[in-house]
């Protein structure tokens, strides 16, 4: 007998299925999708919705969302709890739809014939209900550990976490969801948490239509709430559906006659090119060092300083208020953990494969230089200026010990330029040997697509290429996110697709991330 051979989209993980659907309209990649968290999406739909059939329809809107706009579910921290969230939202809105209807038609009796719930069912509701309303870094842990059941080894992976990590948010989404629990007189050890949550996996799934009931393309576009309404729905689904169906195994009995040609959706006409931004931010959990100060007696001409004093050292800059780390350099590299892999030609927007080399100007101002970190392209010069009354020197070096050193006096009259920096995994710094608080690095790049952090720890990548990539974030201070070898390589990320032609790619992310890669002072 001929050994079956797996399927080759089991290796991948959900955001890798998403940008092959996104990027080539792959049906597979969503056929795959929908059998893997299927009978997690069902299984929340059944218990908020009594009825059967409305249920059906339910489950089957929460697809037509991830497919309208799978962008979202993969800016999530997962997709299994994001498409949770948006199942129990379809959910409860088709209960209300329901409830409408009952009150206008009057039926009772349809409300006396349905069967109550038992008392298990109704925590599995509550437990639903609850676990909505958890932080989504909790709910994301719950989801894959047990609505998933997913070991803690395979969710770690899968959110891009460490198993520490992992095992951190978990423990505290079980106590919230106990609290939340007890706050409505339902007390649960951890035994019967464990299974109330694990339960919901196990609901076995309907077959998925060829083509969405007009009560799913209604549910869908009541919850998205974005004009596209339930026709364009219904004509998206007809084709981005038709063959959903055979991931669920049908009978011949079952089977469903062939849906008629349907014209390919807009979504294939998206672009290859998005502005990708984001947030890198200190973690919540940890207090920010203190703000450092040059000591008045350790400044050197002082008299000319005072007027900007207390000169800070502005090595470390975090937002008090929303935690967001100023001056991290954020760049793409490939999705490969070669150290001399490069992005090929055909990643880089046309308008930026030729690049014209020019000078950024760094100035000695206020006793600092400014700006304090430099990111530019390979051919790229650094120019230096003295804008004080006093003079400075600029001490410039590469640490991996270049050529393009120099050591130079500057004067409010005398700059100084580098030559051309060439090397494209390069760093530079730069001191003042006389103002001692003085100095900065420089990064430069053989591509595009990095960009430096600001005050708010934002930054944004234009004409970045969708797909697969790694993003690298590093800081003066804190060196690579993810430390040593490895966070060299930086963190997978998908770039979406995006009508818009942006995506807030990095916004809950790097929140999220930020736990580990930043030193203490």
Request: charged content about 25%; hydrophobic content about 45%; some cysteine.
């Amino acid at each position: 007998m001929a050994t079956k051979l797996p399927n080759p989209l089991s290796a991948l993980d959900d955001r890798a299925l998403l940008a092959r659907f996104a990027e080539r309209r792959d049906q597979a990649a969503f056929e795959y999708l929908v059998k893997r968290h299927g009978p997690l999406v069902l299984g929340v739909c059944r218990r908020a919705v009594r009825d059967s059939h409305l249920a059906e329809d339910a489950f089957q809107a929460v697809f037509l969302v991830l497919a309208r706009d799978p962008a979202r579910a993969r800016s999530a921290a997962s997709v299994g709890g994001w498409l949770f969230g948006i199942a129990r939202r379809i959910a409860l809105a088709a209960r209300r739809r329901e409830t409408r209807r009952e009150r206008r038609e009057a039926v009772r009796a349809q409300e006396a014939a349905t069967a109550p719930q038992s008392n298990f069912d109704e925590l599995l509701s509550a437990l639903d209900e609850e676990l909505g309303a958890l932080p989504e870094e909790c709910r994301a842990a719950l989801v894959a550990c047990f609505l998933q059941e997913r070991t803690q080894d395979e969710a770690a992976r899968e959110l891009g976490w460490s198993l520490s990590t992992l095992r951190r948010r978990l423990e505290r989404g079980k106590e919230l969801l106990r609290a939340r629990l007890a706050g409505r007189g339902i007390a649960l050890g951890a035994g019967l948490l464990g299974i109330g949550l694990a339960s919901p996996a196990r609901a076995a799934v309907p077959p998925l239509a060829p083509a969405p009931s007009t009560t799913s393309a209604a549910l869908a576009a009541e919850v998205t709430r974005t004009g596209f309404g339930a026709k364009a729905l219904f004509a998206c689904a007809a084709v981005l559906l038709a063959a959903v169906g055979a991931a669920f195994a049908l009978a011949p009995s079952e089977a469903v006659p062939e849906a008629p040609p349907v014209p390919a959706p807009r979504v294939a006409e998206l672009p290859k090119w998005v502005t990708v931004s984001g947030r890198v931010v200190f973690p919540k959990d940890r207090e920010p060092p203190a703000a450092e100060y040059v000591a008045p007696g350790a400044m050197k001409d002082a008299d000319v300083m005072r007027p900007f004093a207390p000169i800070r050292i502005t090595d470390t800059l975090i937002d008090p208020d929303n935690r967001g780390v100023a001056n991290a350099v954020v760049w793409l590299r490939p999705d490969s953990e070669d150290r001399k892999a490069t992005l090929p030609e055909g990643a880089i927007h046309p308008d930026l494969r030729e690049h014209r080399p020019r000078t950024h100007e760094v100035q000695f101002v206020a006793g600092q230089f400014s700006p304090r970190v430099t990111a530019l392209r390979v051919g790229d010069r650094v120019s230096f200026h003295n804008a004080m009354t006093v003079a400075t020197n600029v001490k410039f070096d590469s640490f991996s010990g270049g050529d393009d050193a120099f050591n130079r006096l500057l004067t409010p009259d005398n700059g100084h330029t580098s030559e051309p920096l060439k090397d494209a995994s390069g760093l530079w710094r730069f001191e003042s040997n006389v103002h001692h608080w003085a100095r900065g690095v420089v990064r430069a790049f053989d591509h595009p697509y990095f960009a430096i952090t600001d005050g708010n720890g934002r930054f944004e990548i234009k004409s970045a290429p969708v797909g697969a990539w790694r993003l690298v974030v590093w800081h003066e201070a804190a060196g690579f996110h993810g430390g040593g070898p490895k966070g060299r390589f930086g963190t997978k990320v998908t770039i979406p697709a995006a009508r818009s032609g942006s995506a807030a790619l990095g916004t809950i992310a790097y929140d999220s991330f930020a736990s580990s890669w930043m030193k203490a002072k």
